[in-house]
């Protein structure tokens, strides 16, 4: 089955990297958020992206074969709205809302109503349970998780999850579609932080404590990473880039999912978002920027 | 306004941001570790606001961006080209 038409729910910055890496290979899109607002902020974010990427010649996703589109043909293939009903003829949805539980249960129930019965949705969260998720709509089955890496455009590779109820053809589809984005994926199995933020967020919270308790500087520890590792980033730099409030919110769930003190946060990641010290988004977090 | 009048606009520009020296008029600014590709994109959409212009896709070669001769030369096309169409 090949996918022509797709939904992406959320233009966020993953939601704007997904609906353009599909734009980039030829894929219809429809880009849903709340407001005019912020799908006309969304739409320059994605110009800007596309500009950036000619500019300097970034290699972007792109289908095999074909030549790359420019800046105008590819935003031609968006339709932006704020209206699900935009939705009734899509092949697949790729979910990029914010990652708490009661605003994943409304848009799932919201795309229950409005997406025909072959629609497979792929819920792209770093932590909600993808099982948990397929429970909110009529077509368990259907559901799967597809943890996209920032920039989507980009990176190669992304971590899909099998939920509880998720059938292997559901998995075919998605890995049909990832291949036609011009990627691949690892499949795992549902589990709280699946594979990629179980252990990175363990990693970069363990990091964090060894600078609370002064035995180490940001750079060292990161320096240690990629030096003796090979690494391209530490955890600590990491950490700036995903940003500390989402960092600190991750360890949280896996903290309650797992009932684990070894998920407990370090007293100085709170402190440090309670300062606003959120990493590159804020100006300053490990280091200044 | 004429080239040098462009010139001159292009010199503001990056004296908000390249506070150490001024840029020699053949200067690759890519080259000086001033300039990343962040304020390279500030300063395509400064061209297009300042100079009325549109910069399409098939312009967004670093070429046109290099240097302030080129920048310069680059929006001087850009306009003949709309005037001659319009």
């Given amino acids: 089955m090949k996918i022509e038409k797709v939904g992406v729910i959320g233009a966020g910055v993953i939601g704007i990297g997904v609906a353009q890496n599909l734009a980039q ?5 429809v880009l849903i958020d709340l407001s005019e607002e912020i799908l006309a902020r ?3 974010e994605l110009h800007h992206q596309l500009r950036f990427q000619r500019l ?3 290699e972007g996703a792109k289908n095999e074969g074909t030549p790359e589109d420019g800046a105008r043909e590819v935003l031609e ?3 932006f709205s704020n209206d699900y009903r935009a939705l009734e003829d899509v092949d697949f949805v790729v979910e990029n809302v914010t990652e708490k539980w009661e605003i994943k249960q409304r848009v799932y129930a919201q795309l229950e109503e409005v997406c025909p019965e072959r ?3 792929a819920a792209n969260t770093s932590a909600i349970p993808i099982t948990r998720i397929a429970s909110a709509t009529r077509r368990a089955p259907k559901v799967l998780g597809i943890h996209f890496m920032n920039p989507v455009p980009l990176k190669p590779m992304v971590e899909v999850i099998r939920g509880h109820h998720t059938s292997e053809e559901t998995i075919e589809i998605a890995r049909g579609l990832l291949s036609q984005m011009g990627k691949t994926g690892v499949v795992v199995n549902d589990s709280p932080g699946f594979v990629s933020n179980r252990v990175l967020m363990l990693t970069i919270n363990e990091a964090i404590f060894l600078l609370q308790e002064q035995v180490s500087t940001a750079e060292d520890v990161d320096s240690i990473f990629k030096h003796c590792f090979g690494h391209k980033m530490g955890p600590l730099e990491t950490a700036d880039l995903i940003g500390l409030d989402t960092i600190l919110y991750s360890i949280e769930v ?3 999912a797992f009932n684990d003190s070894k998920y407990r946060p370090c007293p100085l990641l709170k402190k440090m978002v309670d300062a606003g010290l959120y990493g590159r988004k804020s100006g300053a977090g490990f280091y200044s920027y | 306004m004429d080239a040098a009048q462009t010139k001159e606009k292009i010199r503001e520009f990056f004296s908000r941001f390249v506070r150490a020296r001024e840029l020699r008029d053949d200067e690759d600014i890519f080259a000086t570790g001033y300039v990343n590709s962040m304020l390279a994109m500030q ?6 606001s300042e100079f009325g212009i ?3 896709d098939e312009d967004l070669d670093l070429e046109n961006f290099k240097s302030l001769d080129n920048i310069v030369g680059f929006i001087e096309r850009k306009k003949t080209v709309t005037h001659a169409g319009a």
């Avoid at chain 1, 290979?25 to 899109?29: A, F, L, N």
């Fill in chain 1, 25 to 29: 290979t030829r894929h219809q899109v």
């Fill in chain 1, 42 to 44: 969304a739409r320059r």
């Fill in chain 1, 56 to 58: 300097f010649k970034k």
């Fill in chain 1, 77 to 79: 293939r968006i339709r």
């Fill in chain 1, 119 to 121: 629609c497979v949705m």
């Fill in chain 1, 254 to 256: 896996l903290y309650e």
């Fill in chain 2, 43 to 48: 300063l395509v959409a400064f061209v297009e």
């Fill in chain 2, 54 to 56: 549109t910069v399409e």
